[in-house]
């Protein structure tokens, strides 16, 4: 211990913060992982033959099913989901309520996104008015936004800070189907390149390389300081 005196500050420093540091690597680590078998679970159910809106209550694990639509829009009634960007512009998502025939089941569905470069001009966009035949995927947020303010504007299309299904519903006064269907690209869709998620199983493994790095660091420098003070206190 004569060849290693790293005084009581750099060691209290050290104690407090290399765990946390590995903590921080591990957590990124499994962040990664999560991500990947989500994205293989999502690839997996993509590929899968799509079910009708009545079987998604009985799913065990209904998120990034695919649903088979035939039915009609209601086009007086639409939400505009605010503030959703695509390659640095501002636009809105456009919701509807849409009447499954088959099951006579009301789902909400994203349609997809619509650019709205100018808040005076209401956004423009259409919706058909013949029976439709349509495929979507279910959307199964991981937990519920943190909203400031949940209160709606008032008249249609109705623009919202957030999408809660049962909130829209009871809005409508409807019994509907309690998860939001996103449209697969086609001629009734807007633009829905639905990010799966914001980062990337690799950009998590990169956050665990830099956590790893700076706690290696960290007890590289707390070893060079102790020797160094051991070696100064001798002459």
Known sequence: MSRFKPGLVPTLVVFLLLPILIWLGIWQ???????????????ARQQA???????IESLEEPAYSRIFLQGSFDAERSFLLDSRTRDGQVGVELLQPFQDQPSGLWVLV???????????????????????????????????PFVLNRRQAEGWPRLVNHVDVEEIWGVLERDGVAYELRLEPGPTAYRA????????????LGY???WFALAAALLALFIYFGVHQARGSKQ
């Open 29 to 43: 680590l499994e962040r990664g992982e999560q991500k990947r078998d989500m994205l293989a679970r999502q690839d």
């Open 49 to 55: 033959a799509p079910v009708g809106p009545e079987q």
């Open 110 to 144: 994203n349609r997809g996104w619509i650019p709205w470069p100018d808040r005076r001009i209401p956004p423009k966009f259409d919706t058909p008015d013949q029976p439709l035949k349509l495929a979507a995927w279910v959307y199964a947020p991981s937990g519920k």
């Open 193 to 204: 390149d639905w990010p799966i998620t914001t980062m990337q199983p690799q950009q998590h």
């Open 208 to 210: 665990a390389v830099q």
